[in-house]
C-alpha cells in the first residue's frame, strides 16, 4: 500500500481566509480523491483529481470553493477557499491503487474555523 | 453502489472474536465488499475485501453469503486497539469507482 502524507496537520484560521492542503504519495497514482469529514459524521467525498485533467466535483461541492490542483501523479492540492466555521472538518485525500482498485487514506488535515 | 446497513455500536471483550455484520441486499454481480476501520479521528484503514469468495488476511477474515447479500467482518482475536469505528462499502472497484461511507459500527473492545 501507498504512503501518504498530508500537511499540515491541523491549522486553526480565521473566517474569510483561503487554506490549502498538501498530500504527497511515495509512489505514481492515476487517481487521488479529497474527502470532508464534518464533526462526528461520516466522510464525504468531495472531488476526484486526476493528472492532466480537470477535478471531478461531487454533487454539493464547486471548484470555486474547493479548487484542486494535480501537478504530477504523486502531488495535489486542496484549497479551501473563503472559510467560514462550516468549514471545520477533517480533509483526508486518498489514492487508489491494485485490481480491484482500493482506496487508502492519508492521517488527515483538522481544520478549525473561527 | 449499493446501499449497505450496519449496526450503530457493538460490544467485544479483550481475546474475543468480534464479528460485525453487513447487509448489502441490492449489491450486483459487480461489486465488491470493502471494509475500512477509522480509529479515533485518524484517517480510514483498509482491512480487506471480497468478491463472492471468503477471504483472510493477517487482519481479518471476511465471510460472505452465497446470495452475496450480507457479509461478516471477524476479528479473531480483539484487542483494545481494535476499538474504532468499522464502514461496510461495497463498490464496482473500476476504474471509476467511487467509496460511498455510511455511518459504520462502532466497536468497542472492552478489557
Known amino acids: 500500500s501507498a504512503v501518504i502524507s498530508q500537511k499540515p496537520s491541523r491549522d486553526i484560521c480565521q473566517r474569510g481566509t483561503s487554506l490549502t492542503i498538501q498530500c504527497q504519495v511515495d509512489s505514481q497514482v492515476t487517481m487521488m480523491f479529497w474527502y470532508r469529514q464534518q464533526p462526528g459524521q461520516s466522510l464525504t467525498l468531495i472531488a476526484t483529481a486526476n493528472q492532466g485533467s480537470e477535478a471531478t466535483y461531487e454533487s454539493g461541492f464547486v471548484i470555486d470553493k474547493f479548487p484542486i490542483s494535480r501537478p504530477n501523479l504523486t502531488f495535489s492540492t486542496l484549497t479551501v477557499s473563503n472559510m467560514s466555521p462550516e468549514d471545520s472538518s477533517i480533509y483526508l485525500c486518498?489514492?487508489?491503487?491494485?485490481?480491484?482498485?482500493?482506496?487508502?487514506f492519508g492521517p488527515g488535515t483538522r481544520l478549525l474555523v473561527l | 453502489d449499493a446501499k449497505t446497513t450496519q449496526p450503530p455500536s457493538m460490544d467485544c471483550a479483550e481475546g474475543r472474536a468480534a464479528n460485525l455484520p453487513c447487509n448489502h441486499s441490492?449489491?450486483?454481480?459487480?461489486?465488491?465488499v470493502y471494509w475500512y476501520r477509522q480509529i479515533h479521528s485518524q484517517g480510514p484503514q483498509y482491512i480487506i475485501h471480497?468478491?463472492?469468495n471468503n477471504e483472510t488476511n493477517e487482519m481479518a477474515s471476511l465471510i460472505i453469503t452465497e446470495d452475496r447479500k450480507s457479509s461478516t467482518l471477524i476479528l479473531p482475536h480483539a484487542t483494545l486497539r481494535d476499538t474504532a469505528v468499522y464502514y461496510c462499502i461495497v463498490s464496482s472497484g473500476g476504474s471509476n469507482y467511487k467509496l460511498t461511507f455510511g455511518k459504520g459500527t462502532l466497536l468497542t473492545v472492552n478489557p
Open positions: 441490492t449489491i450486483s454481480g459487480n461489486e465488491y
Open positions: 471480497g468478491l463472492k
Open positions: 486518498s489514492v487508489a491503487g491494485g485490481s480491484p482498485e482500493t482506496q487508502y
